[in-house]
């Protein structure tokens, strides 16, 4: 069945880089997100990346795909105090079909 | 800016009342919402795919009696938690799909059963 992992916790000082990663088992996934949550709220979609790309870049933001692995990755550069949330990996086949979930893994960022 | 709503953000009521939830997505139309629900620090976990003008799908193990969907426009959706126990209690949040990659989450609504 589908599954999606991803670790539970990373903890960065401010200004470093954050690595995130994510690793989902459904070979016919076809769009892959990073959604983040912050404590009491809802999901805000951070980006997204089509199955036939390797990579994506929008400002602090990259994410890597690895379709034969099929790992994700999203790196955020240059981590602020105001990116400690849950970042959700998720993954569907067609884009008006519901999203299969990671667990969310908590990035906290020590200033 | 938002691009779906839910509505209450939150809600506390007695065990055994019902409560509505709504679920609108502002500046666009959706055939198809999704229901999803999340306990503390855990994932989202789909409940239900609303439809607009047939029933909702359930996904196995929720109950449709309780977890009643009515997609009553093609910018509303909506969930009634009937008959409502203390177990019932967590974050209910809506998606919308936008585009055929994009889909957007609504601020979830926290419900409270005393």
């Known amino acids: 069945g589908e599954d999606v992992e991803q670790s539970l916790f990373l903890s960065v000082r401010e200004g470093d880089s954050s690595v995130i990663n994510c690793t989902y088992t459904?070979?016919?996934?076809?769009?892959l997100y990073w959604y983040k949550q912050e404590p009491g709220a809802g999901l805000q979609l951070l980006t997204y990346?089509?199955?036939?790309?390797d990579m994506k870049q929008d400002q602090r933001l990259t994410v890597l795909l690895n379709k034969k692995d099929k790992h994700l990755s999203l790196r955020i550069a240059d981590t602020q105090t105001g990116d400690s949330a849950i970042y959700f990996c998720?993954?569907?086949?067609?884009?008006?079909?519901?999203?299969?979930f990671g667990k969310g893994t908590r990035l906290s960022v020590i200033a | 800016g938002a691009v779906v709503s839910q509505h209450p953000s939150r809600v506390i009521c007695k065990s055994g009342t019902s409560v509505k939830i709504e679920c609108r997505s502002l500046d666009f139309q959706a055939t198809t919402m999704f229901w999803y629900r999340q306990f503390p620090k855990k994932s989202l976990m789909l409940m239900a795919t609303s439809n607009e003008g047939s029933k909702a799908t359930y996904e196995q193990g929720v109950e449709k009696d309780k977890f009643l969907i009515n997609h009553a426009s093609l910018t509303l959706s909506t969930l009634t938690v009937t008959s409502a126990h203390p177990e019932d209690s967590s974050f209910y949040i809506c998606s919308v799909p936008k585009s055929s990659y994009e889909q957007y989450f609504g601020p979830g609504t926290r419900l409270t059963v005393t």
């Open positions: 990346i089509f199955s036939n790309m």
């Open positions: 998720a993954e569907t086949y067609a884009g008006n079909t519901p999203l299969v």
């Open positions: 459904d070979s016919s996934s076809t769009y």
